[in-house]
């Protein structure tokens, strides 16, 4: 047998030995050799070490999960305070802040940090909303017939979205601005929508929020942007 | 006496929210650690972690019981962690460099990250997550889940190629390719030590 190939040595190291090789790396040094340095190198990447996590950690990861998930209450109880912040307030800001910042102004007693604080709490809060808006949207029965509520918030949203998305694409951020537009589709046809969703309508809306990850994504987002916040 | 994992979850397949939270304080400290081999980053994993467990409780029904409950949620968060991956890499690629007006280039999201590990996580990690994970960063994402797979979780490449959605081959030679670049990463260290025994 000629010498062995390194892809083989690494298929041995994973158990998977060809009886010829077992047999030829018995009688050749110099595929021995080659295989102990594999051998040396991988078993070292065992040592990767990885922050524990104790006995509670199950428990924490279920606290955390569990306002995501299907509920049998009534869909009110997904608002939180801040869902029924009006959203002008909320527009008034950033429409403020954005504007000082794309337009380089600079006004006294607002520091860069200050007016970074505002946008990424904005954008924070808008995203966590629209979290809650697309989660009901995805884990509804599909038995209600009036969603009028929804539709009102969507198109709040669906403003506060706009401004940021022009914020993010004035400075160049492709990858918020992108997810903001992704977004952004998908609450103007919630808004849009008739008073009631047919089943199929409501269908679509949850396989474009599903196929795109688009609540996945928001949700990294949203963690993102709360962690550059809190470290402001 | 405790339930078997497949017991379990035919419970949550009918419903059942206690019994999906049994697998989730059962499954949440081994979920953490696969998904932190996968993205490398504490808080991503924390994300994948917490991702996973909403898919798989979404897709639940799907779960035959032909495969081990672990390594199908495995695959649930393989999948999450290639997500992760794509969406920070995307994220960092578009970083934009808007200069403020002290000329310091800036980001509305990003501008004050610090770029270097803190003082903590170096001690926690150690000297060699210090060479480990600088050499699992070179990967690519689908060489880092083959890898990670297949070197920490035991999966043999059908699973993994399964996971990936991709040809058996390709998974093998995505393995090849990671142990391939972390040899090449890793040798500098074997070499200097190799140097300072022949002394």
Known sequence: MNHALEEQLVDAYYGELDPRLREHLSGCDECRLAFERIKETLDSVREYPVPERDASYGGQVWTRILPSLPEKKSHRTWLRW?????????????????????????????????????????????????????????????????????????????????????????????????????????????????????????ANVRERIENEGLLFKVRITSADARRKEQKL | MESSDSAVAGQARQGDQNAFRVLVERHSRSVFRLAFRMTGREEDAEDVVQETFLRAYKQIHRFDGRAAFSTWLYRICANCALDSIRARKSRKEQQPAVVDENGTATHWLEHLAAPNPSPERLTQSGQIAQLIEPALQKLTETERIAFVLRHYEGCDIQEIARTLGVETNAAKHSVFRAVQKLRRALQPVYDARSWGMAR
Do not use: C, Y
């Not at chain 1, 009102?152 to 951020?173: C, F, G, M, P």
């Open chain 1, 82 to 202: 801040w869902t029924l912040v009006p959203a002008t307030a909320v527009i008034a800001a950033i429409a403020f802040f954005a504007g000082m910042l794309t337009q380089s102004r600079r006004e006294p007693g607002f520091s860069p940090e200050a007016r970074q604080r505002v946008l990424l709490a904005a954008l924070t809060t808008h995203l966590e909303r629209s979290q809650i808006l697309l989660t009901e949207l995805v884990n509804d029965s599909g038995v209600r017939n009036d969603w009028t509520g929804e539709r009102e918030r969507a198109r709040d949203l669906a403003d506060e979205n706009r401004l940021l998305r022009q914020t993010a694409l004035h400075l160049k951020d492709g990858a918020d601005a992108a997810l903001l537009d992704d977004l952004e589709r998908v609450l103007l046809d919630i808004a849009n929508s008739p008073s009631g969703f047919t089943s199929e309508q409501l």
